[in-house]
């Protein structure tokens, strides 16, 4: 019998299974079409076999990343959770999760990776204080600058900044895309009858990070608890398919992970590599807050040394008293 295909994915939090929105909806497909997987939930992405998250390793060795991949990959395994829908039906799916991609996903970069409240005090703290050192001090920065550059992929602008104006038109066109959702799913427990879909594992995957992280901003939490029917389509999920997340107790959201050990110490090489790596880009981030000001050197005067005593106490001196 071969080995189940190894799911690598962000670790959970704030009572969800994952706190990435990419793993919430890899793993909610999964569970929704019976995909038994092998599930490695870390907060280091270098244990992933792509050094990303989600990563699914298949018994074949494959490695894929974008849970597109990964979700036609368990299909072609006949793990489908889209097998009862009609034609129409997987038209609407196909288009709602484009409509989420283009209206949806950049609001939700802005929110977490962007908006300055929210980065600082919620995502870069959490990624910094669950990472190993010093990948801590290193990949929320850099994961920062990935999101914002998907950020400008999505808009076409390769220019965009944040500002007011732009938050204001990313939240617009988010409510917009929650309306029409909250909508679409009207009283049924699932966007197409009793049975979960994709599309029902991608606006899970979307939404439930906004409605269980406690963000400063939260203003999409406003509008998506306003929304009765879909908060309570994502917290039904939560139940339903991950009982033990959905119902996780402070302490155990306290209680630090195990250290990460033993996993790459068979590959020196890589190890090597990575640590460098490591090295020279803290190097290139202290060299950018020099040159920018942001961290300065301060030199301090040197008094002058005062004469040397026993200069004082020398005959030629006591020769120069003297004449």
């Known amino acids: 019998m071969a080995?189940?295909?190894?799911?690598?994915?962000?670790?959970?939090?704030w009572g969800l299974p994952s706190?990435?929105?990419?793993?919430?909806?890899v793993l909610a497909y999964a569970q929704f079409a019976g995909a038994p997987l092998k599930l490695q939930k870390t907060s280091n992405p270098w244990r992933s076999p792509s050094g990303s998250l989600p990563a699914l390793r298949t018994s074949q060795k494959e490695v894929l990343s974008r849970p597109a991949d990964i979700i036609i990959h368990l299909r072609k395994q006949k793990y489908n959770a889209d097998y009862d829908l009609s034609a129409k039906e997987g038209a609407d799916s196909l288009a709602l999760i484009c409509l989420m991609e283009e209206k949806l996903l950049p609001a939700?970069?802005?929110t977490f990776w962007v908006e300055t409240k929210n980065y600082v005090d919620v995502t870069r703290r959490w990624y910094a204080d669950h990472m190993p050192f010093p990948l801590n001090f290193l990949l929320p920065w850099r994961m920062q600058s990935q999101e914002l550059e998907r950020l400008r992929m999505l808009r076409g602008d390769a220019t965009l900044e944040a500002g007011e104006d732009l938050e204001k038109e990313l939240y617009r066109d988010a409510v917009e895309c929650m309306n029409l959702l909250a909508h679409r799913l009207g009283s049924h427990k699932f966007f197409f009858g009793d049975s979960p879909s994709s599309l029902?594992?991608?606006?899970?995957?979307?939404?439930?990070?906004?409605?269980?992280?406690?963000l400063p901003n939260n203003k999409l939490q406003q509008h998506l608890k306003s929304l009765d029917n879909l908060s309570s389509f994502c917290t039904n999920i939560l139940l339903l398919y991950f009982p033990r997340d959905g119902r996780e107790t402070p302490s155990q959201k306290s209680t630090p992970p195990p250290p990460e050990t033993g996993d790459m110490d068979h590959i020196p090489n890589k190890r090597r590599k990575q640590f460098l790596s490591v090295?020279?880009?803290?190097?290139?981030?202290?060299?950018?807050?020099?040159?920018?000001?942001?961290?300065?050197?301060?030199?301090?005067?040197?008094?002058?040394?005062?004469?040397?005593?026993?200069?004082?106490?020398?005959?030629?001196?006591?020769r120069g008293d003297e004449d």
């Open 108 to 110: 939700l970069i802005y």
């Open 200 to 214: 029902d594992a991608y606006v899970f995957g979307n939404l439930a990070p906004v409605l269980k992280a406690k």
């Open 19 to 25: 706190v990435s929105s990419d793993s919430l909806v």
């Open 279 to 318: 090295v020279v880009a803290l190097g290139a981030m202290l060299s950018y807050a020099l040159l920018t000001g942001m961290v300065s050197i301060q030199h301090q005067a040197v008094l002058e040394e005062p004469p040397d005593l026993e200069s004082l106490d020398s005959p030629d001196h006591e």
């Open 3 to 13: 080995a189940p295909d190894e799911l690598f994915c962000w670790e959970g939090d």
